[in-house]
């Protein structure tokens, strides 16, 4: 009888599990649905290292749309909970893809347009994720977001004078970056790594086009690349999991009653 109350004593005192705990744990059947992503990812990145330029360039167009097809595979084995969510991570995958193929051309204007694909893309990362923690109990922000913004100031501080013109779409630009990379780890540990590595390849792609000769780094096209598309490919699946989790936690009707779960 002791033991049994101090069981269940220990277990009022410990947190119960969330349904986004649950959500970092991609089962197989999710991950296959992202297994062309996976192999276009593969392919794009094999392209740059063996240095076929125009096949690099070719495959980078594939990549979000691939992505979002991915994803749309997924959400047919489970139906989420919160569709807006997904419709959020697609919307951010597309204007991905508008930024991908806007940064191909030269031009300062063209970077500037890109630019704002993508800063639309992090909003709409931003949204989802709103969204998923309203469905399941996010967390407080970690300590160790306020790295974030520390570096974010300390990168645009050692590129400002190769920043020229461009220091306030740059900023602001980044100031967004940073909020959606904090506001992932809210979520699971797949969101947070791939928020934290949007941050690491736009950091690098910043300091290799912004560095003023200062910065070399022979390997930075395919350190860039490869930061890039597992965040991408990450967050997809962290969203995608999340939704899918809260949908098979969510409290059915009792017998003898009318549905009283409360959809959101």
């Not at 096949?55 to 959400?75: E, Q, T």
């Not at 084995?77 to 508008?98: D, E, F, K």
């Not at 890109?114 to 300590?143: C, E, M």
């Not at 999991?241 to 549905?259: E, H, K, L, T």
Request: proline share 6%; net charge positive; glycine share 10%.
């Amino acid at each position: 009888m002791t033991d049994s109350l101090g069981a269940a004593a220990r277990a009022g005192r410990e947190p119960a599990p969330t349904d986004l705990d649950a959500a970092a744990r991609p089962g197989l059947p999710m991950l296959l649905a992202f297994l062309p992503y996976l192999l276009v990812a593969g392919l794009h990145l094999a392209c740059i290292a063996g240095g076929f330029d125009e096949a690099a360039r070719l495959s980078k167009y594939l990549l979000m749309p691939v992505l979002a097809g991915s994803v749309l595979v997924a959400v047919r084995l489970r139906r989420p909970a919160r569709p807006a969510a997904v419709a959020l991570l697609v919307a951010g995958i597309l204007a991905s893809w508008a930024g991908d193929s806007l940064l191909t051309f030269d031009g300062g204007v063209m970077f500037v347009v890109g630019l704002g694909a993508f800063l639309l893309a992090h909003v709409a990362y931003i949204a989802a994720f709103v969204v998923l923690g309203r469905g399941a109990r996010a967390r407080r922000l970690p300590p160790w977001t306020l790295l974030y913004p520390i570096a974010v100031v300390g990168l645009a501080i050692s590129l400002w004078t190769g920043l020229g013109s461009l220091v306030g779409p740059v900023l602001v630009y980044a100031g967004v970056l940073a909020t959606m990379a904090a506001m992932s780890a809210r979520l699971t540990p797949v969101l947070a790594a791939g928020g934290a590595l949007f941050l690491v390849s736009d950091s690098l792609l910043a300091l290799d086009r912004f560095g003023d000769g200062w910065y070399a780094f022979a390997l930075n096209g395919l350190v860039v690349m490869l930061t890039y598309t597992a965040a991408q490919g990450l967050i997809a699946i962290g969203v995608v999991q999340a939704a899918a989790n809260d949908a098979s936690a969510r409290p059915s009707a009792a017998p003898g009653r009318r549905g009283s779960a409360t959809v959101r």
